[in-house]
């Protein structure tokens, strides 16, 4: 056990930790440098809710489950780009707590706009990499991402540290 984690900690191409965490901020990066500037005034943050509301639109339950944000957490995105008029909310009439969110004209020009943006840099993956390649990092990906919805703990749902 002792030589993997002495292994994990000089092998920087090995490890997962680190890849995943540099991954992440590198799609950070570019998404601030190339996506942000379509809409100067939105925030990362907002990305996830944003980029989870469907065509038809969608509960603030669901669109919590898909975006990995705690319901609470995003009441005050929810406000704040309704305020931009990215995005209008209306409650349900059957569940009180519950409201629908839908992308606004301005919002959804926003989403294809990004989206076109990632196209390209998926592109640019599939050149780096090859398609073969590139298609089973997806496989692989979804499959541990389908492994940790299974362990029982949500994001958004964890214990407080």
Known sequence: MVDKIESLQYDDEKNWGRLIY????????????????YNGHLK??????IFNI???????????????????????TVKELEQMGMITSAPIKQDKRSYR??????GKNYVQDANREM?????QYKQLVGETDFNTTLEVLSK???FH??????VG?????
Do not use: F
């Open 22 to 37: 540099i991954a992440k901020k590198h799609l950070d990066v570019w998404s601030h440098q190339t996506i942000r500037p």
């Open 44 to 49: 990362l943050s907002y990305m996830p809710l």
């Open 54 to 76: 469907s065509p038809e639109g969608n509960t603030n339950t669901e669109i919590s489950k898909k975006a990995l944000i705690a319901k609470q957490a995003m009441s005050r």
């Open 101 to 106: 969110i839908n992308l606004t004209e301005e």
């Open 119 to 123: 196209i390209k840099l998926v592109e």
């Open 144 to 146: 541990i991402i389908r």
């Open 149 to 154: 919805e299974t362990l029982g703990v949500c």
């Open 157 to 161: 749902q964890e214990e407080n540290d």
